[in-house]
């Protein structure tokens, strides 16, 4: 099945203009069935919100894959069975709140399908060590691969407009290495991914209207999932296992982040809390939409990063490196990498350091410096109220 870039576009704008308009819709279904967010303490939203967004997201993403990828493989119908069933089973969480055990064993059940009709990656060739043949085991680890993505994306929703964007971002970056690596319909796929993302986003930004739920962040997660693995992983550049990785950075390291606090505290890890980034954002003095511009911004830096690893031509692909053009992707990682330290570690620091020395000019430097490094140790900031 040859699918062009005009295609993607095409696919991309049905699948927002559909979201958009379904979304009102899903509002309405979601306030009769009881599906409302209420404001709390880890949260925040500050007014009950309803959920289910995830619906009209998947109106757009499952019409547009049916128009422009349903004619190929049977691998993208079954792909779209495990979009219907990821929704499905998001939807019964956001309504009745789902136990952990019950809302994994979904999600394997919605993974399955695509992963059993050959939605799954057998081989990779890895930077430094080659072509990696995973035999049998190809299956089971690309279905944990689905369910990581997927996990990593409704771990990581928690402000508005936070998925929403940061998925319509990678999803753009995902489609353009998709299409330079000769693999069309996971570019088209990955476009309508992108379109459906933000066409919701038009409710979903700040102050949001609806939030998609776990039905919308599952799906979002799952359709991510099959565009690294049809898209990008399914070949043999060296690039196809570093791009998606690169791509989804923030939402992984937001969720690794926030994993390894609550298993250091003893903390179960499917329990929410408020230790995301957004949240830390928020604790120094960020506004909702300063905090997602930024983790917007972050999120294109490294997508853009990804995307120069495919077209700058650092490498002739056979081992040989061109001086030049390695210099300017190593000035650009370190870049990307600055930029990274900048927003996670530095700006918490520095800012709320300031903060206290402004709020209790009498703390002498070392006691300003053992506050600083409790906060960040046990992630619990004081308030601190924009100028």
């Known amino acids: 099945m040859h699918r062009t870039g005009l295609d993607a576009l095409w696919a991309g704008l049905f699948a927002a203009v559909i979201t958009f308009a379904f979304t009102p819709l899903s509002a309405k279904l979601a306030t009769r069935a009881g599906a409302v967010d209420q404001p709390r303490g880890r949260g925040l939203s500050e007014r009950p919100t309803p959920l289910l967004g995830g619906l009209a997201i998947f109106a757009g993403a499952g019409g547009a894959i049916a128009i422009w990828l349903l004619g190929g493989h049977e691998q993208w119908a079954a792909i779209l069975w495990g979009a219907a ?22 999600q394997i059940g919605a993974v399955l399908p695509p992963v059993l009709t050959g939605v799954s990656v057998d081989h990779f060739t890895f930077p430094f060590l080659g072509h990696v043949d995973l035999a049998g085991a190809g299956k089971p680890l690309t279905a944990l691969g689905f369910v990581a993505i997927i996990n990593v994306v409704n771990l990581s929703d928690g402000i508005d407009g936070l998925a929403a964007g940061v998925c319509g971002i990678s999803a753009i970056a995902l489609s353009v290495v998709a299409f330079d690596l000769g693999k069309g319909p996971a570019g088209v796929l990955a476009a309508i991914t992108a379109g459906a993302a933000i066409g919701f986003l038009g409710h979903n930004f700040h102050p949001a209207s609806i939030f998609m739920g776990d039905c919308g962040s599952n799906l979002l997660g799952y359709l991510l999932g099959a565009v690294a693995v049809q898209g990008t992983l399914k070949t043999n550049a060296l690039v196809a296992v570093v791009a998606p990785l690169i791509v989804l950075a923030v939402p992984f390291l937001d969720t690794t982040f926030v994993v390894l606090k609550r298993m250091k505290y003893g903390r179960p890890v499917y329990v929410a809390d408020n230790n995301h980034f957004h949240h830390r954002l928020s604790r120094i003095g960020f506004s909702q939409v300063r905090a997602v511009l930024y983790l917007y911004g972050w999120t294109a830096c490294l997508a853009g990063l990804a995307i120069a690893l495919r077209f700058v031509p650092y490498s002739d692909h056979h081992g040989h490196l061109n001086a030049g053009w390695t210099a300017v992707m190593i000035g650009l990682g370190l870049l990307v990498l600055m930029a990274s330290v900048y927003l996670v570690y530095v700006l918490e620091i520095l800012k709320f350091r300031r903060f206290l020395r402004h709020r209790q000019p009498d703390r002498t430097h070392d006691e300003v410096d053992d506050e600083v490094r409790r906060a960040m140790e046990t992630g619990e900031f004081e308030a601190i109220s924009r100028k």
């Open 85 to 106: 069933i990821i929704t499905v089973v998001g939807a019964l969480d956001d309504i009745f709140d789902l136990p952990a055990p019950v809302k994994l064993a979904g």
